[in-house]
């Protein structure tokens, strides 16, 4: 396709997880240590699609060809320019922030990709995107997509008090990470609220807009939590420790999953990785940015985040660091130990 840039070291497998991200404006930064995380912990290969705009392509071939080759071999990427295929271009441009609106093209634009996880930019996996891929075995014969409650507790919930529009479930649900059953979507004819019969994601995404854009606070999300409340059977619902947020602690911690198990994917919304509010997302985010590569996880990794979060325990979110360290300790054994049974292999066939 016109403008877009592919770059691999070897052909697409179909083993491959697909993970696409969305970078305008100043996202740059926070887009590649997203990929990071990714390349870090997971242990499938794993193909990129990054949608950006032009002057953003040259700054993020440069940043990962300086990857070194142990982890660029673990992916693949293709970069995309920002298109949208039905209405105006400029008007979903600005839905909400810039270029979010282009992850409800995607079923359309990837036409050749089965499955995949969209992700915003400032999303921090703390396992393998392996695990998070499995949900998609989990898809009853009528979901096509998965999210994560965009509240625990509906009293305190943005959609169930100030909500203009339908919504999903009693509180919305959050579209910072969500999976997708492309070939699904793309074969669905949807309930919707403007003719009797069913549309196509394609031919819904227009009308929805217009008869709903003076209702809309949330852009993309809003629109996404429309659909499924016309098709609710359509949507599979997973726990908050696979979006967590600073909702989910700044109030006091309404996770259940994530005291459990541990937080699995860290979504700092609300620029709390570039401001003082919340400091316990701003250190994970500074020791993943800051982590050599190819230097031991625990020295580089573990043990400064543990150092970085004796100076949060002040806070909401900094009082349960086990919620944010139980799953990235974890991951980072199971790494460790593969290594170790790799390099005890590779040396007893000598």
């Known amino acids: 396709k016109p403008g877009e840039q592919k770059h691999s070291k070897q052909p697409s497998s179909l083993q491959c997880m697909h993970l696409a991200v969305v970078a305008c404006g100043d996202r740059l930064e926070e887009t590649l240590i997203m990929l990071k995380s990714a390349v870090l912990f997971s242990n499938r290969r794993l193909c990129f699609h990054i949608f950006a705009e032009d002057s953003l392509k040259s700054e993020f071939e440069k940043k990962l060809k300086e990857w070194p080759s142990s982890y660029t071999k673990k992916f693949e990427y293709t970069i995309y320019p920002i298109t949208f295929s039905v209405g105006n271009a400029q008007e979903w441009k600005k839905l909400f922030k810039p270029c979010a609106a282009q992850r409800l093209f995607l079923p359309v634009i990837l036409k050749d990709v089965d ?29 096509l997509a998965a999210m994560a ?31 997708m059953n492309l070939t699904r979507i793309r074969n669905t004819q949807f309930k919707n609220s403007m003719i009797p019969s069913g549309l196509t994601w394609e031919e819904m ?36 420790q696979w979006n967590y947020r600073p909702d989910h602690c700044m109030y ?44 031991n996880l625990f020295q580089s990794l573990y043990y400064p985040l543990q150092s970085k979060f004796l100076d949060t325990v002040h806070t909401l979110c900094g009082r349960i660091p086990q919620v944010f360290l139980k799953q990235i300790e974890k991951t980072m054994k199971k790494v460790y130990e593969n290594r170790v049974i790799v390099y005890l292999g590779a040396n007893h066939r000598y």
């Not at 929805?208 to 606070?217: D, F, G, R, V, W």
């Not at 949330?218 to 098709?231: A, H, P």
Request: proline letters at 6%.
């Open 115 to 143: 499955s995949l996880l969209y992700v915003d930019t400032d999303v921090l996996f703390l396992r393998p995107i392996d695990d998070i891929w499995h949900i998609l075995k989990e898809f009853n014969s009528t979901q």
């Open 149 to 179: 409650p965009e509240h625990e507790i509906p009293k305190i919930g943005w959609y169930s008090r100030f909500a203009r529009h339908p919504y999903y479930g009693t509180t919305g649900v959050n579209s910072g990470v969500m999976l």
């Open 205 to 240: 995404l227009y009308p929805l807009y217009q008869k709903y854009k003076n209702y809309i606070t949330w852009g993309d999300q809003d629109l996404l939590n429309i659909i499924f409340y016309f098709n609710p059977e359509c949507l599979y619902v997973f726990p908050c």
């Open 252 to 295: 006091g911690s309404n996770c259940k999953g994530a005291e459990e198990e541990g937080v699995s994917i860290l979504h700092g919304n609300r620029g709390v990785y570039h401001d003082d509010k919340q400091p316990t997302f701003k250190a994970l985010y500074e020791v993943i940015r800051d982590f050599p590569f190819e230097d």
